[in-house]
């Protein structure tokens, strides 16, 4: 989505599965369909993207608000497990199209909320839309946005009382081992600080054993750790649980 089409009356948060992976197993669908007058058996992989390209536009359409929208009680999700006060600063790590952060502004009516976010072209996200959003929903003098990576913080340590991310970690391509994330994040939480993570925290492949995991933040110096397994929640239909989409989440979350 660009920021430059006319202002919407309501935010508009985008999709966690954009329409350019849909459009790339589809072309690529198109190109063996095609090369299979030559070589029949193009028509098997042929087959396969069709499935891929399918299942990500049906992904896509359960995520969106007209088809049940998912991705806002994923986001509840999370929300719901925040155990805090309500008063201070809260940093929110890959806002995307700040829909989490446009929420914990409405749910704090007295705290400020900074979104941060590498906005990368692969995402129908930028600045200018999470702006736009909070201005739509009437949180723009608590809620600000800029652009910053996961892996460096622009911010002190102890900066904030409340940091909270949702499915992003995984996606930060430029830190390999992704502890050093929950690390960095955490070194910018007050002492007694509250954090809440959700991501794909059930696959071993990128964050190994959980109770490892939690072993390893507790070794940090962090008071109280526990996690939750969102992926169990009856919100999630079974059809969005693959382990590459919503069948490995859950959260995070503890006091510093
Ligand atoms: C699945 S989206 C989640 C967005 C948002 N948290 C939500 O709940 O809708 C993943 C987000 O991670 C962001 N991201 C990827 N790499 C990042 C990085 N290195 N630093 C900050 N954000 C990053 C992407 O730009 C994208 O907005």
């Known amino acids: ?14 999709n966690w599965v954009s329409k350019r992976i849909i459009a790339t197993f589809a072309i690529i669908t198109l190109l063996l369909a095609a090369a299979s007058w030559f070589w029949t058996l193009l028509l098997i992989p ?10 990500f536009a049906y992904g896509r359409y ?26 201070g600063r ?18 704090y009516p007295h705290a400020t909320v900074i979104g941060i976010d590498s906005w990368g ?54 830190t390999k081992d992704k502890r ?27 964050y190994g054993d959980t109770d490892n995991l939690l072993e390893a933040i507790r070794s940090w110096g962090i008071q109280q750790v526990e996690f939750i397994p969102t992926r169990d929640s009856p919100v999630i239909p079974r059809t969005m649980k693959p382990w590459f989409i919503l069948g490995t989440i859950g959260i995070i979350k503890g006091k510093k």
Request: proline share 4%; hydrophobic share 40%; aromatic share 8%.
């Open 62 to 87: 359960v995520l969106s608000a007209n088809g049940g929208d998912l991705q806002t009680k994923v986001r509840t999700l999370l929300l719901n497990q925040i155990p805090w006060d309500g008063n």
């Open 121 to 174: 072209a692969r995402w129908e996200y930028s600045q200018q839309l999470c702006e736009m959003n909070a201005r739509l929903a009437g949180v723009q003098d608590r809620v600000s946005f800029q652009k910053a990576s996961a892996s460096a913080i622009p911010f002190p340590d102890g900066s904030f009382d409340l940091a909270v991310s949702n499915l992003v970690f995984h996606e930060v391509h430029d």
């Open 180 to 206: 050093l994330l929950l690390k960095e994040t955490l070194r910018t939480v007050k002492t007694d600080g509250t954090f809440a993570f959700q991501d794909l925290f059930l696959l071993k492949r990128v």
């Open 46 to 55: 042929a087959l396969v993207t069709f499935i891929i390209a399918s299942y």
């Open 90 to 107: 809260i940093l929110d790590i890959g806002c995307g199209s700040g829909a989490l952060s446009i929420a914990l502004a409405q749910k």
């Open 1 to 14: 989505m660009t920021p430059t089409h006319d202002t919407p009356e309501h935010p508009e948060y985008g």
